[in-house]
C-alpha cells in the first residue's frame, strides 16, 4: 500500500464516538485543516490551539447542530486526534499533553502534513471524511462549504433535490468564513475584535446588498462588523461612500456614549478594509446600501 492509499485508509477508520450515533468533532477538525492548509494559513506541522482556529471550528459545526444537543468543544478533536496517530499533543511548556484541557499545540505527522499539501489528495479526503461521518443533508452542506464536487457524493443528484436547504446552509456558512477572515476577524468600523477560545466571536458577516433581495453569498457583497455596528449598517443610520468612508445619517437617530467613539465621530474615516483587494466591498453593492437602506 503506497502511503497516499495508507492514510486514505486511516481516514475511514477514525476512532470516533458512536455511542450516540457518529460523533462528528474528529472529521470536522481534519476539514479544518485542510482549508488552512489549503488557505496557505498553516506552512509546518506545528498547529496552535488558537482563538481564530476555533471559530472556524464553531463554523463547520453549525452544519451539525440539528442532532447535537451541546455546542461541539473543539478541544475534544484537538486532542485526541492524536489517537489516530495525525499529530502528537504537546502543553504550553512543550511537554507531551495527556489531557484535552492541557493540549496547547500539536504537532502533525510530517508524512500526513506532506500530502496534505497537494490538492488531490485534499479532494480525495475530504471527500471520505464527508460520505464516511456525515448524513446525506450535512454532505450536501459540507461539499457546498469546501467547496468540492457534489457529484463526487453518492446519489448526488437526489441528494441536492432533497437538501436545497443543506447546500445553502454551507454556502452561507463559507461567507461567514470568508468575511469574518478577510477582515482579520476585526470590524471594519470600530476596530473591535474579541474572539474566544470556544469559538465564539462579536463578528458577524453582514450583507450590503441584503441576502433576502441579492440571494449574494459573493464575499464582495459582505463586510465584517460588531454586532452593535451591524445593527446599526442594517438600519441606515450608516453608510459608506465610494471611497469606503463613513457617511452618517445625523438625523436619523438620537445617541449616548460613555468614554467610547460615537457613530458620529466616525464619519469621514475609511473602514478597516481587507488585505487583498479582491475582497473589498464592490461598489455596486454600496450603491444600493445608500439608496435602499442609507436614511439621508
Not at 158 to 166: G, H, L, P
Not at 212 to 220: A, G, L, V
Amino acid at each position: 500500500m503506497d502511503t497516499q492509499s495508507k492514510w486514505l485508509a486511516g481516514l475511514r477508520k477514525l476512532r470516533v464516538d458512536r455511542s450516540k450515533g457518529i460523533a462528528p468533532h474528529k472529521p470536522l477538525l481534519l476539514l479544518v485543516v485542510f482549508e488552512l492548509i489549503e488557505n496557505g494559513d498553516l506552512q509546518n506541522p506545528t498547529l496552535f490551539l488558537t482563538p481564530e482556529i476555533a471559530f472556524r471550528f464553531s463554523q463547520f459545526a453549525t452544519i451539525v447542530a440539528h442532532r447535537r444537543t451541546k455546542r461541539l468543544d473543539i478541544r475534544l478533536p484537538f486532542h485526541h486526534m492524536a489517537s489516530d496517530g495525525i499529530w502528537s499533543t504537546f502543553t504550553s511548556e512543550g511537554r507531551e499533553s495527556t489531557d484535552s484541557k492541557g493540549t496547547h499545540f500539536v504537532k502533525i505527522d510530517e508524512e500526513f502534513f506532506r500530502l496534505s499539501q497537494q490538492a488531490e489528495f485534499r479532494m480525495l479526503a475530504r471527500t471520505i471524511l464527508i460520505k464516511t461521518y456525515f448524513e446525506p443533508a450535512e454532505q450536501v452542506a459540507l461539499a457546498s462549504l469546501v467547496n468540492i464536487s457534489i457529484e463526487d457524493l453518492e446519489n448526488a443528484d437526489v441528494m441536492v433535490r432533497e437538501n436545497e436547504s443543506s447546500y445553502q446552509q454551507g454556502r452561507d456558512v463559507r461567507f461567514r468564513l470568508d468575511i469574518v477572515g478577510a477582515y482579520n476577524y476585526t470590524c471594519a468600523l470600530t476596530g473591535y475584535r474579541v474572539t474566544t477560545i470556544d469559538g465564539a466571536s462579536i463578528i458577524d458577516a453582514a450583507h450590503i446588498h441584503q441576502f433576502s433581495e441579492s440571494r449574494n453569498n459573493d464575499p464582495k457583497n459582505g463586510i465584517a462588523l460588531c454586532k452593535n455596528a451591524h445593527w446599526m449598517f442594517d438600519q441606515g443610520l450608516w453608510s459608506l461612500d465610494d471611497d469606503y468612508r463613513i457617511i452618517v445619517a445625523d438625523t436619523a437617530f438620537d445617541e449616548a456614549t460613555r468614554e467610547q467613539k460615537s457613530l458620529r465621530d466616525f464619519r469621514g474615516e475609511r473602514i478597516a478594509l481587507p488585505s487583498q483587494p479582491n475582497l473589498w466591498p464592490d461598489l455596486r453593492h454600496l450603491a444600493w446600501h445608500r439608496e435602499h437602506k442609507y436614511c439621508a
